[in-house]
Nanobody, 127 residues
């Protein structure tokens, strides 16, 4: 399966906004969404879910940690999924990954079975 390709991110001042792009060339037979995960610097072995968007419906969901600040969208013509985070906080500093996955949301709880990970994009929130 072709790896998603990410771009964007960088160093952004606290309170600012940032957008990451993820171009998805291929979905596997069971994949129905693109999910976003992040890996914070002091927890290198954990991936915190940030949200996702369903390919066919365009419905999105976001994690509590970015609720009200994150917008996940897609452009089907360019096969691009976007994660925008507004009002950035220092704790948003992390490596961000888009993941092609089979996603479900049940009773407000999301789960994702990953097929293919993007290469990662770093966001550093500065003072």
């Amino acid at each position: 399966q072709v790896q998603p390709v990410q771009s964007g991110g960088g160093s952004v001042p606290a309170g600012g906004s940032v957008r990451i792009s993820c171009v998805v060339s291929e979905y596997g037979p069971s994949d129905n969404c693109v999910a976003w995960f992040r890996q914070i610097p002091d927890k290198p072995h954990e991936h915190e879910g940030g949200g996702g968007i369903f390919r066919d419906s365009g419905e999105s969901y976001t994690a509590d940690s970015v609720q009200g600040r994150a917008v996940i969208s897609q452009d089907t013509a360019t096969k691009t999924v976007y994660l925008q985070i507004n009002n950035l906080k220092f704790e948003d500093t992390a490596m961000y990954y888009c993941v092609v996955a089979a996603c479900t949301v049940v009773a407000g709880q999301a789960s994702a079975i990953a097929s293919s990970w993007g290469q990662g994009t770093r966001i550093t929130v500065s003072s």
